[in-house]
């Protein structure tokens, strides 16, 4: 056999790839695209009422500066392992702990909050699963996903449940950022049910979805 001639035949339908950027140059290059898009829909969707106290508290703006740190330290995890990597580097893995730590301790004190609160909470009900704020945050997450996958799609990750799970906690943690702007309601059941609990389902259905989609 022609071993040049066999080599050329199998480089003909071969096309030139390009090194994918960097990690943390990819995770700010889609927080920047989230930043105008969460802008983009909040203005379309319509601010809550109140936005100007919002703006003005120190309560929901600290929220807010969480959710951007949870949501790029899970970008930059996702990002970083289009990269074949096997197996997760300690690095990724303790970032991506970080990460789900500061959701779950978040839910945890909202969870403790909403149960000795004397405030009167609102009734939560089967139907909720399709309250608008939940479609709100699925809508506006999933389109964030679909950017960070096209960026996903340009690497060849080896981790794709990790990567997968990594992705939707970036996205849904914008999400939720997203929808503080955009609900008035400050009841912590409807807060923890609607808008926190959801960040950890989206990011779970995340890699389930990376293991079939992050195939290549």
């Not at 994918?20 to 909040?42: D, E, M, N, Y």
């Not at 609102?122 to 809508?139: M, R, S, Y």
């Amino acid at each position: 056999m022609d071993t040049n001639k066999l080599i050329n035949t199998l480089a003909d339908n071969l096309t030139a790839t390009q090194p994918v950027k960097p990690a943390l140059q990819a995770s700010l290059q889609w927080g920047g695209f989230a930043t105008i898009f969460l802008a983009g829909a909040c203005g379309y969707i319509g601010f809550r009422p109140d936005m100007m106290e919002v703006i003005s508290g120190s309560a929901i703006m600290a929220e807010a500066l969480l959710f951007i740190m949870i949501g790029l330290v899970a970008s930059y995890v996702a990002l970083d392992l289009r990269v074949p990597q096997s197996p997760l580097l300690f690095k990724n893995k303790g970032l991506l702990a970080v990460a789900s730590l500061g959701w779950i301790g978040f839910i945890a004190y909202y969870a403790v909050n909403a149960l000795y609160s004397t405030a009167p909470q609102e009734h939560l009900h089967v139907e909720d699963l399709l309250h608008e704020c939940i479609v709100e945050l699925v809508a506006i997450s999933s389109v964030l996903s679909v950017y960070m996958l096209y960026m996903l799609k340009k690497g060849a990750t080896t981790q794709r449940l990790a990567s997968g799970y990594a992705c939707l906690l970036a996205c849904a943690s914008f999400g939720a950022l997203a929808m503080r702007f955009l609900c008035p309601n400050e009841e912590y059941l409807h807060l923890l049910a609607l808008h926190f609990l959801p960040v950890l389902g989206l990011a779970s259905i995340g890699a389930t979805a990376g293991k079939l989609l992050l195939r290549w």
